[in-house]
């Protein structure tokens, strides 16, 4: 059984629509598929349909941008929360409001290094995008023959502490955390130590995170080399999280992250569908529950 819970579509910065993903997932002999936009359930529907069609089971997630203790940014996967849950509304606009401002923001910094860009070009990149993120940003400027590719783009101009980079709103870690059980959902920290130091989300703080209600930690990203993954897998069993493994795929808009180039063993898969179960019959949410499309 092949299950890979992390993935991008043109709701947010993948580049393929949920339909075109659910459709490459299942050519790739994936059995179970998360998808998990950022910020976002807007793929969800159309995921849906691709699912049934496709005769595979959809996970319906997003990844959502959060802060951990004012300092560094987290990214927390959620599983099957309630999407009409009022406080995750709310956090979410904010969210997405946070990626709308910012965009002016760093187009007129790309103008001061002297590149000729502006809201439209961005607007064709993001497409319907719920999520607009520097990747369109990044897009754009292919499209306008400033960089090669996203890759170029993030290292030339829109990285942390490159020229037009410009920071945004994100959800507060433990609050988000909460917002997802009350949600009747799980949590998951996504790619805890990938591009990071180790240090900031330790075994200390992961242990205070699972107290609080963290179900997960993805252990086996593309982020984390092998050393990385043997600690946290080492962590998640002595806390009794989930360990997960994926390829957060954005279609072609990210390098060696294929599709199921890591997958999540089938019983951590159903300690989380446990977890994800009894969340829901608590939080007394209409929570979604998987698609079974098998
Ligand atoms: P944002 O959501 O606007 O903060 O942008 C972050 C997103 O950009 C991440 O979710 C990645 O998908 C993408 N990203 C970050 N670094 C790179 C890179 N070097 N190349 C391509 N995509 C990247
Ligand atoms: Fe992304
Ligand atoms: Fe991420
Ligand atoms: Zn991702």
Redesign the pocket.
Known sequence: MRIDLHT?SRAS?GTQTPGELVRAASAAGIDVLGLTD?DTADGWDEAVEAAIDAGITLVRGMEI?TRHEGGRGVHLLAYLPDPTYPPLVAELVRILDG?DERVPMMLRKLRECGIEIDAADVRRAAGAAAAT???HV?DALVELGAVRD??EA??RYL?AGRPAYVD?YAATLDEMVDIVTGAGGVSVIAHPWGRHERTSLDEPALAELADRGLAGIEVDHQDHDQPARRDLRAIARNLGLVATGSSDH?GT??TGHDLACNTTDPDEFARLLELAQASAERSGRAAPGLVNGA
């Open positions: 991008h910065d950022h941008s990626r993120g520097r990747p990044a996203r890759e993030f290292a990285s945004r954005h808009g990210k």
